[in-house]
């Protein structure tokens, strides 16, 4: 991304700001793991969006006023005694030098800028992220914690959310953001691929992903966009499963879950084969009823139709291929076998902030992963590829990684890559 982009970015959010508001969005800060032990911390990925910025402990407000929008980046006050502990902090040039924001301050004074601008009722109302995933969910909590502060010092000051412009922002992906995501499934790919091939029965799931990580780690990738699902056997049932700490039988199927991460956004790959390099007939018939079901869905994806469309076509094959081996009888019984949807937004996360039921334009990018889990006898197949929304259909951005019965056994056996 560029200085320039970040600009443009910014400029379109503060057109949907109301005249006399300003905004503030934090980049979050690492949360406390045991007693004087963080987290790794992880930029608030809107923060991250408007200035490509990815440190802790700063601001971002943008003001608005008689449709005058000015900029405001806040940073950590480099202090050299506590970067002999922690590291070296970011300069205020280094960060114009990135976001483009010329007027930099440090974290420190922000209350104080604040209490300055709200002088006299100057502003009428101000916009925080607001992102919750239900009534149970976690809020953002430093834009939690700061609007209790704000209404309680300055009570006729209305909140906003801007959260949801930024999810409808985020949702349509430039050529570069579309860029990046390839090469987060290019890695995806070697690091799988290094797993797969060195795959033997008796082995832990653990040391699977020990292959997988090495390469990751070997291209300065460290983290991976999500903790990666490697399910063998009777695990694979369990869509989230990430003990990774059980031991390959011999016949069993291994479901893998992953996904690297290029410049924040995320790769999102799901692939099932066999440990011992050869399909059963049976874990054979299921897999391509699967198969079957995800190109449907590729077949069908195009501009105009929900994700809620593209489920229900996965329900229609699905259905159509358990009918026909004897496994289900009535409609109803599908429920038993698939029970999460086909498909999420992906980008700067791994299911990307967006309105789920809006519909889809070009641009997108989502996920086509139908999964069939027989839990009786021990089966769980998911098939999972990133795809492009196109002007007239879409595009598969995973083409490379093997999935047809045939290739995947060759992949197992190290035949192909």
Same mark, same amino acid.
């Given at each position: 991304?560029?200085? +320039?982009?970040?600009?443009?970015?910014?400029?379109?959010?503060?057109?949907?700001?109301?005249?006399?508001?300003?905004?503030?969005?934090?980049?979050?800060?690492?949360?406390?793991?045991?007693?004087?032990?963080?987290?790794?911390?992880?930029?608030?990925?809107?923060?991250?969006?408007?200035?490509?910025?990815?440190?802790?402990?700063?601001?971002?407000?943008?003001?608005?006023?008689?449709? *005058?929008?000015?900029?405001?980046?806040?940073?950590?006050?480099? !202090?050299?005694?506590?970067?002999?502990?922690?590291?070296?902090?970011?300069?205020?040039?280094?960060?114009?030098?990135? +976001?483009?924001? !010329?007027?930099?301050?440090?974290?420190?004074?922000?209350?104080?800028?604040?209490?300055?601008?709200?002088?006299?009722?100057?502003?009428?109302?101000?916009?925080?992220?607001?992102?919750?995933?239900?009534?149970?969910?976690?809020?953002?909590?430093?834009?939690?914690?700061?609007?209790?502060?704000?209404?309680?010092?300055?009570?006729?000051?209305?909140?906003?959310?801007?959260?949801?412009?930024?999810?409808?922002?985020?949702? *349509?992906?430039?050529?570069?953001?579309?860029?990046?995501?390839? /090469?987060?499934?290019?890695?995806?790919?070697?690091?799988?691929?290094?797993?797969?091939?060195?795959?033997?029965?008796?082995?832990?799931?653990?040391?699977?992903?020990?292959?997988?990580?090495?390469?990751?780690?070997? /291209?300065?990738?460290?983290?991976?966009?999500?903790?990666?699902?490697?399910?063998?056997? /009777?695990?694979?049932?369990?869509?989230?499963?990430? !003990?990774?700490?059980?031991?390959?039988?011999?016949?069993?199927?291994?479901?893998?879950?992953?996904?690297?991460?290029?410049?924040?956004?995320?790769?999102?790959?799901?692939?099932?084969?066999?440990?011992?390099?050869?399909?059963?007939?049976?874990?054979?018939?299921?897999?391509?009823?699967?198969?079957?079901?995800?190109?449907?869905?590729?077949?069908?994806?195009?501009?105009?139709?929900?994700?809620?469309?593209?489920?229900?076509?996965?329900?229609?094959?699905?259905?159509?291929?358990?009918?026909?081996?004897?496994?289900?009888?009535?409609?109803?019984?599908?429920?038993?076998?698939?029970?999460?949807?086909?498909?999420?937004?992906?980008?700067?996360?791994?299911?990307?902030?967006?309105?789920?039921?809006?519909?889809?334009?070009?641009?997108?990018? *989502?996920?086509?992963?139908?999964?069939?889990?027989?839990?009786?006898?021990? *089966?769980?197949?998911?098939?999972?590829?990133?795809?492009?929304?196109?002007?007239?259909?879409?595009?598969?951005?995973?083409?490379?990684?093997?999935?047809?019965?045939?290739?995947?056994?060759?992949?197992?056996?190290?035949?192909?890559?």
């Amino acid at each position: 991304m560029t200085t +320039s982009q970040y600009a443009e970015r910014r400029k379109k959010v503060a057109a949907a700001l109301a005249d006399n508001t300003l905004m503030v969005l934090f980049s979050g800060k690492a949360p406390t793991k045991s007693h004087d032990m963080d987290y790794p911390f992880q930029p608030n990925r809107n923060f991250l969006y408007l200035t490509g910025l990815n440190r802790q402990d700063m601001a971002l407000v943008l003001q608005k006023q008689n449709e *005058i929008v000015t900029e405001t980046l806040f940073v950590e006050r480099p !202090e050299p005694d506590k970067e002999k502990w922690t590291g070296y902090r970011m300069r205020p040039e280094a960060a114009t030098a990135i +976001s483009g924001i !010329e007027k930099v301050d440090y974290s420190e004074n922000l209350q104080r800028f604040l209490g300055q601008q709200l002088y006299n009722g100057r502003y009428n109302a101000a916009y925080l992220d607001f992102e919750r995933l239900g009534w149970e969910g976690d809020a953002t909590s430093l834009a939690l914690n700061f609007a209790h502060e704000l209404q309680r010092r300055y009570p006729g000051l209305a909140l906003k959310n801007i959260h949801p412009v930024l999810s409808g922002l985020r949702s *349509i992906k430039s050529p570069e953001e579309v860029d990046n995501v390839r /090469k987060a499934i290019e890695i995806t790919h070697e690091a799988m691929g290094n797993l797969v091939r060195n795959t033997r029965p008796g082995m832990k799931e653990y040391e699977l992903q020990a292959y997988y990580d090495f390469v990751l780690c070997s /291209k300065g990738h460290r983290e991976a966009g999500f903790d990666s699902i490697i399910a063998s056997g /009777k695990n694979a049932v369990v869509l989230h499963y990430v !003990e990774n700490d059980a031991t390959v039988q011999d016949g069993d199927l291994v479901l893998l879950d992953m996904g690297a991460q290029y410049e924040y956004y995320s790769a999102d790959i799901s692939r099932t084969f066999p440990a011992n390099g050869k399909f059963t007939q049976r874990q054979r018939q299921i897999y391509e009823i699967v198969l079957k079901a995800q190109q449907a869905v590729i077949d069908h994806a195009k501009p105009g139709l929900t994700l809620k469309d593209l489920n229900e076509k996965t329900k229609e094959v699905l259905g159509e291929g358990l009918t026909a081996i004897g496994l289900m009888k009535t409609d109803d019984e599908l429920a038993k076998y698939y029970y999460h949807g086909v498909s999420h937004h992906l980008g700067l996360d791994t299911h990307d902030t967006c309105d789920s039921s809006a519909k889809l334009r070009a641009g997108m990018i *989502i996920t086509a992963e139908p999964g069939l889990y027989i839990a009786e006898e021990g *089966i769980g197949i998911r098939i999972e590829d990133d795809v492009l929304i196109t002007e007239d259909g879409c595009e598969v951005l995973s083409p490379q990684i093997p999935k047809t019965p045939d290739d995947v056994e060759a992949w197992v056996q190290g035949k192909i890559n």
